[in-house]
């Protein structure tokens, strides 16, 4: 049981370069999320997802687009990259039942020079 | 929406002694207060949680107060150790988490 898995670990892209972030979850989780968190701002909601075929905004969803094609993986992407972006992004996932127990990935460090 | 402060932002103990960490809220609504544990290089890990109705929550050396009426949370670590240097993040909930700043928390040996 891996838990919560993100790649790549880390990552540098130029300005205006695409990419798309993979998480995956072998708990049969119903949720997903996609944090971003930066030095002295705590953990950011950027998108979410409560079920296969489905997501929402979150708090800071501009420049990210999501997709939830199957239950345990949760893609983020950056259309085209801005230094703005520079963070590191973490997934996570809960249970329908209880949803506010969330599991967290190990962590993307995305650098936009 | 919800609005956690945290405080401090960073906490420096000697081994064995405890340390406490501050939080307040601003939507009385909120009802759920986890607290997670991040180490370097790995995700915030779920360590304890407390929800509006309990005043209290122990788990061996780590401990959670909740006051509702003054909206703020507290956790507590006792007999710290090395091994408990890691930031610490607070979080509020009514459906969805909002965290604090973080606590750099490192125990000197």
């Known amino acids: 049981n891996a838990g919560v898995t993100q790649t790549p670990k880390f990552r540098v892209l130029k300005t205006g370069q695409s990419m798309t972030l993979l998480c995956a979850q072998d708990m049969n989780h119903e949720y997903m999320y996609w944090y971003r968190q930066d030095p002295g701002m705590g953990l950011r909601l950027i998108h979410y997802s409560v079920g296969e075929g489905t997501t929402a905004k979150g708090e800071v969803p501009d420049g990210y687009n999501v997709s939830r094609l199957k239950k345990q993986n949760f893609l983020l992407g950056l259309e085209s990259a801005a230094p703005s972006q520079t963070s590191v992004y973490f997934c996570?996932?809960?249970?329908?039942?209880?949803?506010?127990?969330?599991?967290f990935g190990p962590g993307t460090r995305l650098t936009v020079t | 929406g919800e609005n956690v402060e945290q405080h401090p932002s960073t906490l420096s103990v000697q081994e064995g002694d405890s340390a406490v960490i501050k939080c307040t809220y601003s939507?009385?609504?909120?009802?759920?207060f986890p607290w997670y544990k991040q180490e370097l290089g790995k995700g915030p890990q779920l360590i304890i949680d407390?929800?509006?109705?309990?005043g209290e929550k122990k788990d061996q050396r780590i401990a959670v107060t909740l006051n509702k009426t003054a909206k703020h949370f507290s956790l507590h670590i006792t007999e710290t150790q090395p091994e408990d240097s890691a930031v610490y993040f607070c979080?509020?909930?009514?459906?969805?988490?909002?965290f604090g700043a973080g606590t750099t928390v490192t125990v000197r040996a």
């Open positions: 979080a509020a909930s009514i459906y969805k988490l909002s």
């Open positions: 996570a996932s809960s249970a329908a039942g209880t949803v506010l127990e969330q599991y």
């Open positions: 939507d009385s609504a909120s009802n759920y």
């Open positions: 407390i929800r509006s109705n309990v």
